[in-house]
C-alpha cells in the first residue's frame, strides 16, 4: 500500500449536518428554568423520539424548535440557519412542521374540505397525495368530528404533512389512542420516515411505541439531557434505566 493511499484511507468523512441542532438552549417560564442548556441533534432522515417524566421539559423543547416559545439563551439551527427567535410562520416556511390537535378546529367540515382549506393557504394542492400516505382517501367525505378518534389523529398528521415540511414534530401524538390505534399511527409515522423522506422528531408517552419504532432516542430530566442516542445504546444505558426506565424495564 502506498504512502498516498494510507493517508486517503485514513481521511475521516466529514460529519454530515444535522438537520435539526439544538445548542445550550435554556428556556425559562419567569423565575423558573424549563430547559437548562439542552444540546441534541437531529439526523436527516431520523425517526427520533424524545422520552422523560413528566414535567421534563419535553412540550418546552418542541415549542423551542417550532417557535411557540423564544429560548432565554442558546442556538437553534435548522439546515445551518438560526431559527431560535424566528416566528412560527416564517419556520413552516423553511420546513418545520408541528401537528396540532386541529380536527375539533372545523369539525364541521369533512376530512377533505378540512385538508383543502389547510393546503389552499399553504398553497400545497396535493391533498390526494397526504391523504393516501395516512390511510385516509376512504375517509376523504366524512365530517372530520365524526370520525373515530385515531383516525382524528391521523388528519392532523396528515394536515401538518401539507406545505411538504422537512422536519415533522409531534408531541405527544398517540395520546388518548388504544394500543391498537397507537400501533397505526407509529406504522404510518414510520412509513413516512422511510418513504417519503421525513425527518420527525417525537415526543411520546408510550416507552415501547418509541423503542419500537425510533431510530435515534433522546431521554430528558429536570430540563436537561440525561442522554441521547441510537435507541438501542440508550434503552440499555444503566442511567437511563435507573432514572427512567425503572420498573419498567
Ligand atoms: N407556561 C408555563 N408557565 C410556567 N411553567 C410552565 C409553563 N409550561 C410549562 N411549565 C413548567 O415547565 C416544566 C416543563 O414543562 P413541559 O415542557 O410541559 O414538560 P413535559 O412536556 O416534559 O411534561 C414543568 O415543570 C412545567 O410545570
Ligand atoms: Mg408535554
Do not use: W
Not at 47 to 71: C, E, Q, W, Y
Amino acid at each position: 500500500m502506498t504512502a498516498h493511499h494510507a493517508a486517503t484511507v485514513a481521511t475521516p468523512l466529514p460529519e454530515a449536518q444535522p438537520l435539526l441542532a439544538v445548542r445550550d438552549v435554556t428556556v425559562r417560564y419567569g423565575r423558573f428554568t424549563a430547559l437548562r442548556d439542552v444540546t441534541l441533534d437531529v439526523r436527516e432522515g431520523a425517526f427520533h423520539g424524545v422520552i422523560g417524566p413528566n414535567g421534563a421539559g419535553k412540550s418546552t423543547l418542541m415549542d423551542a424548535v417550532t417557535g411557540s416559545r423564544r429560548p432565554a439563551a442558546g442556538s437553534v439551527l435548522f439546515d445551518g440557519r438560526e431559527i431560535a427567535r424566528s416566528r412560527i410562520a416564517a419556520r413552516r416556511r423553511l420546513g418545520i412542521s408541528r401537528s396540532f390537535q386541529r380536527t375539533s378546529i372545523f369539525p364541521e367540515l369533512t376530512v377533505g374540505e378540512q385538508l383543502g382549506l389547510v393546503g389552499d393557504h399553504l398553497g400545497d394542492q396535493d391533498v390526494d397525495a397526504v391523504l393516501e400516505i395516512m390511510s385516509l382517501a376512504a375517509l376523504r367525505d366524512r365530517v372530520a368530528g365524526t370520525i373515530a378518534y385515531g383516525d382524528q389523529r391521523r388528519v392532523d398528521i396528515a394536515l401538518a404533512l401539507l406545505g411538504k415540511p422537512r422536519l415533522l414534530v409531534l408531541d405527544e401524538p398517540a395520546a388518548g389512542l388504544s394500543v391498537e390505534e397507537t400501533d397505526t399511527l407509529f406504522e404510518h409515522l414510520r412509513t413516512l420516515v422511510r418513504e417519503r423522506g421525513v425527518t420527525a422528531l417525537v415526543v411520546e408517552h408510550d416507552v415501547d411505541a418509541v423503542f419500537a419504532s425510533c431510530d435515534t432516542v433522546t431521554v430528558l430530566d429536570l430540563g436537561q439531557v440525561l442522554r441521547s442516542g441510537d435507541a438501542r445504546t440508550v434503552r440499555s444505558d444503566p442511567a437511563v434505566i435507573a432514572a427512567y426506565l425503572g420498573s419498567a424495564a
